[in-house]
């Protein structure tokens, strides 16, 4: 079963809006990362957070990990068009990743 | 980017017939990983290895095995592809000694008829 259950499933905006995912996942985690993948790519990178940090930035990118509560957000500020793909949380215990269904996020222009 | 290439990137199969599908990286990563994309399930692992001639299974392996003779190359193969495999698979990498981030390949579309 899936560790990581990505909300909403789909999200549009305008592009200069803010997005923001959800990701909540079941068990310990020793980090938490986000990924993107654009239409018909592999999956990139975007951001980690370990189990002991509460939030991280990385540019336009905000991540935030509640372990009480098992989630994770990942806010998208100033969205652009480029932006638009789907989004993976993926929890990682040891040497094991476990991804989420994904939320795909379209910027209209 | 990193390293990996997937080869075949297309494949068009029929029902029973075995394939094989080939991830090979240059970044001399200890773990190579095979995951499984469909929609609504987000990523599935397969199998991972964790070292030269060191596999496991993952969450989906039924119907599939692994090879791993070289750092460089891990092999997946569909002993008997059958119509449920049809599917986008992923191949990965990471090494624990530069980070916990995983390196995605560009992917292999198989089509079982």
């Known amino acids: 079963s899936q560790q990581g259950e990505e909300d909403p499933q789909a999200l549009s905006i305008q592009e200069g809006e803010n997005a923001t995912m959800n990701c909540s996942y079941k068990?310990?985690?020793?980090?938490l990362q986000w990924y993107r993948q654009n239409s018909g790519r592999g999956l990139v990178h975007l951001i980690l957070?370990?189990?002991?940090?509460r939030e991280k930035h990385s540019g336009r990118l905000r991540v935030t990990l509640d372990t009480s509560k098992k989630s994770s957000s990942l806010l998208i500020t100033a969205s652009r068009a480029a932006d638009t793909a789907s989004y993976f949380c993926a929890t990682s215990g040891t040497y094991k990743y476990i991804f989420g269904t994904g939320t795909r996020l379209k910027v209209l222009a | 980017d990193a390293g990996i290439t997937q080869s075949p990137r297309h494949k068009v199969t029929e029902t029973g017939t075995p394939v094989t599908l080939r991830c090979h990286q240059t970044?001399?990563?200890?773990?190579m990983y095979w995951y499984r994309q469909d929609p609504g399930h987000g990523l599935r692992l397969i199998h991972y290895s964790y070292g030269v001639k060191d596999t496991d299974k993952g969450e989906v392996s039924d119907g599939y095995s692994v090879s791993r003779s070289k750092t460089e190359d891990f092999l997946l193969t569909l002993e008997s592809a059958t119509s449920s495999q049809t599917s986008v698979y992923f191949c990965a990498i990471s090494d624990p000694t530069v980070g916990d981030t995983q390196y995605f390949g560009p992917g292999t579309r198989l089509t079982v008829l």
């Open positions: 068990t310990s985690i020793n980090n």
């Open positions: 970044e001399n990563h200890r773990y």
């Open positions: 957070i370990r189990s002991n940090e």
